[in-house]
């Protein structure tokens, strides 16, 4: 049997449509041709080519991200039936009828089912999520890890940037500072590289202010959430005894930088 092939049935779905950033948002109905291992993309994409709703009216194709389709990059991060996942690897068969598709709360609205994830790429910024060195000139290899460290480290380099944790997470919001689960995961990801440790304080120091560790609740939904199933709290319970002993080194003075 083809599994690509038409089998007669009509998918139905309902998307929350908006037109411009800052604008109305608005629910339109559609009804889509079901094929064998559809995922929502596939839907998106069979409404992209023929926009007319399920009324026979036609509208405006509908916008979203979208880039490597294999759960990797994260830009196609929505709201599917009211919970926060990536459509590329959410399957119509695992759904209920009418799928619900939503942008994510936490972010602006560019359009349609687009945001704008800058807040998320601003955190990553203000905690400085890289190792920094000098690349003027060949380092050489760096320093190993022991493997039992560069095993678990490597949970947490799974992290895509896709935002479902901050959109599953009741701390994070438009009125809120709090940077979210994600960036504090990835303190704790290069404050324990060997090199990225060079300005471990400097981190640890940007998440110990406003909207920092102290806005986490400890709701534990991006965990649940996390499509890559990184240990997100348990970061973020490394992360408060790191802090607490960094708080005091900042208190006792010059010697605060040493280990």
């Known amino acids: 049997m083809d599994i690509a092939a038409n089998t007669g049935r009509m998918v139905k779905v309902?998307?929350?449509?908006?037109?411009?950033?800052?604008?109305?948002?608005?629910?339109?109905?559609?009804?889509?041709?079901?094929?064998?291992?559809?995922?929502?993309?596939?839907?998106?994409?069979?409404?992209?080519?023929?926009?007319?709703?399920?009324?026979?009216?036609?509208t405006t194709p509908v916008a979203w991200d979208m880039n490597c389709l294999e759960e990797v990059?994260?830009?196609?991060?929505?709201?599917?039936?009211?919970r926060p996942r990536q459509s590329c690897s959410t399957l119509i068969d695992q759904l209920?009828?009418?799928?619900?598709?939503?942008?994510?709360?936490?972010?602006?609205?560019?359009?349609?089912?687009?945001?704008?994830?800058?807040?998320?790429?601003?955190a990553l910024k203000k905690v400085k999520a890289w190792v920094p060195i000098d690349g003027t000139y060949d380092l050489g290899e760096g320093p190993r890890m022991p493997e039992g460290?560069?095993?678990?480290?490597?949970?947490?380099?799974k992290c895509m940037t896709c935002g479902?944790?901050?959109?599953?997470?009741?701390?994070?919001?438009?009125?809120?500072?709090?940077?979210?689960?994600?960036?504090?995961?990835?303190?704790?990801?290069?404050?324990?590289?060997?090199?990225?440790?060079?300005?471990?304080d400097e981190r640890l120091n940007a998440i110990m202010g406003d909207g920092g560790l102290a806005n986490c609740g400890n709701s534990q939904n991006c965990?649940?959430?996390?499509?890559?199933?990184?240990?997100l709290t348990t970061s973020i319970a490394s992360l408060n005894r790191a802090t607490t002993v960094q708080m005091f080194r900042n208190f006792f003075g010059s010697d605060h930088f040493v280990d």
């Open 14 to 58: 309902e998307i929350l449509r908006q037109d411009t950033q800052g604008g109305n948002g608005y629910w339109q109905k559609f009804e889509v041709p079901y094929r064998h291992g559809m995922n929502v993309i596939s839907v998106l994409m069979e409404i992209q080519k023929n926009p007319v709703m399920s009324n026979g009216e036609k």
């Open 96 to 122: 209920t009828e009418p799928v619900r598709l939503e942008p994510m709360k936490t972010f602006p609205v560019i359009r349609d089912l687009q945001v704008d994830r800058d807040r998320m790429f601003n």
């Open 223 to 231: 965990v649940a959430a996390c499509p890559k199933g990184i240990p």
């Open 73 to 82: 990059c994260g830009a196609c991060s929505m709201v599917i039936n009211g």
């Open 164 to 200: 479902v944790c901050m959109e599953a997470c009741p701390n994070v919001s438009e009125k809120a500072s709090f940077i979210g689960p994600a960036p504090l995961s990835q303190v704790r990801l290069f404050n324990t590289h060997p090199t990225g440790a060079m300005i471990k």
């Open 149 to 157: 460290k560069r095993q678990w480290a490597y949970e947490l380099s």
